[in-house]
């Protein structure tokens, strides 16, 4: 008897190629200038990369150990003291990942249970539903409305109920490249300090926030942080998306808990960048000036398409600006955004895949991560439009 795909039942029957999987092909196929998914088009610091060829040439080759080498846990335990003045126990809390997706994969794995509900703010960026999907738990969402995508706190107090295991949260905000205040973080504190519900939070652009605001980390606040995972990526900070690195930090328990799950998702990650990323993590110059570094291509790209029929409101964090369309037609984003990479060769993100039920606001995300000469040609096609 040969194998029988009818008997196959998809455990995410609804879901589908990823947006930057899609955008990427199709930026390829028409030789098209890519803004679509985040990643930069420069190098990353050539000290860092003679780093990893240094590890690898001393022979740091084999498995690391589970959580991450010590080194480099203390480096960013050292990292939290500096930036947030908070501690993090190096060998106790904090474990070295494959990227912020594992880490988000794995805490979800972790923490909840069938028929848990997890709170998410739409637009999400896509990793969060399918892990909890899997795990048989239900993603119940707060719409955050354009062009502030600010949150309605009154709105994340009604959903929370019995049921409620998990809030997941995103400052700087990919899609939306906005931030949250300190008040934001003080009403989500105020909310989940008498309950037992986990915060992820998702910092993964902690270094690129502008016009001279504070990162606001969960762990600046103590009802926070007794309760977060926190989830950060060196591939965002140090220009490496493709090596897929990262970390999380949580309390002890919670993290004793991660590392059960952690063992057998990975066991271990990639031990020549961790010898590297300990080394280069030691000197702050090499992550205090990425903010302003993205600033100017910011600055650079939102006067370059001045003139333009684009509106926007000038991103405040990540590196992703959105622009809004409805000054130039009434397609739909995807049908808009598909348009602009086919027929004037520039691809970037329609916001709608990242909310509930399709919700268009003629939204679509640029990524700026660009060398000027990209983001020059990228300018001119939008002032063309
Ligand atoms: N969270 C957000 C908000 C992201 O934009 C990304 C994209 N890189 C990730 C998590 C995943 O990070 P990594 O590439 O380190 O897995
Ligand atoms: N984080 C990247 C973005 O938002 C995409 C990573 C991916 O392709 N999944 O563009």
């Given at each position: 008897m040969s194998f029988n795909n009818s008997s196959l039942v998809s455990?995410?029957?609804?879901?589908?190629?990823t947006i930057f999987t899609v955008m990427g092909k199709l930026a390829n196929d028409y030789n098209a200038i890519n803004?679509?998914?985040?990643?930069?088009d420069f190098a990353s610091d050539p000290k860092l990369i003679s780093l990893v060829a240094q590890a690898m040439s001393n022979g740091q080759n084999q498995y690391a150990p589970m959580q991450g080498i010590i080194e480099l846990r203390e480096s960013l335990a050292e990292k939290f003291d500096n930036l947030y003045g908070t501690s993090y126990h190096p060998e106790k809390e904090i474990t070295i990942t494959a990227g912020a997706t594992q880490a988000i994969f794995t805490i979800i794995a972790t923490f909840i249970h069938e028929d848990d509900e997890v709170i998410i703010f739409k637009p999400a960026y896509d990793c969060y539903e399918p892990a909890i999907e899997l795990m048989k738990g239900n993603s119940v969402f707060v719409q955050l409305e354009a062009p502030h995508f600010g949150v309605d706190w009154n709105a994340v107090q009604q959903l929370i109920n019995a049921k409620t295991k998990m809030i997941i949260i995103n400052?700087?905000?990919?899609?939306?490249g906005t931030t949250w205040s300190k008040e934001d973080m003080l009403q989500l504190e105020e909310l989940v300090k008498d309950t037992n519900i986990i915060v992820l939070s998702d910092?993964?652009?902690?270094h690129i926030v502008f016009d001279d605001q504070q990162h606001q980390s969960a762990c600046l606040f103590p009802r926070l942080k007794e309760r977060s995972f926190i989830c950060a990526s060196f591939g965002k900070t140090f220009h490496n998306t493709g090596w897929k690195m990262g970390y999380c930090v949580a309390p002890a328990e919670l993290m004793h808990e991660f590392r059960k799950v952690h063992q057998f998702n990975v066991f271990c990650v990639n031990h020549p960048m961790q010898v590297a990323l300990a080394t280069y993590l030691k000197d702050p110059n090499n992550y205090q000036h990425i903010s302003s570094f993205y600033q100017e291509k910011r600055d650079f790209f939102l006067k370059a398409i001045q003139g333009s029929r684009f509106s926007c409101t000038p991103s405040?964090?990540?590196y992703f600006q959105v622009l809004d369309y409805v000054a130039i037609t009434d397609e739909n984003d995807i049908d808009f955004s598909k348009r602009l990479v086919t027929k004037n060769k520039l691809a970037s993100i329609p916001l709608s895949v990242f909310n509930p039920e399709g919700k268009n606001d003629t939204l679509l995300r640029f990524c700026f991560a660009k060398k000027k000469e990209t983001l020059e040609k990228a300018a001119e096609i939008i002032c063309n439009i």
């Open positions: 455990k995410l029957p609804d879901v589908k190629t803004l679509s998914q985040g990643f930069p400052t700087p905000h990919n899609p939306s910092e993964v652009y902690e405040t964090g990540t």
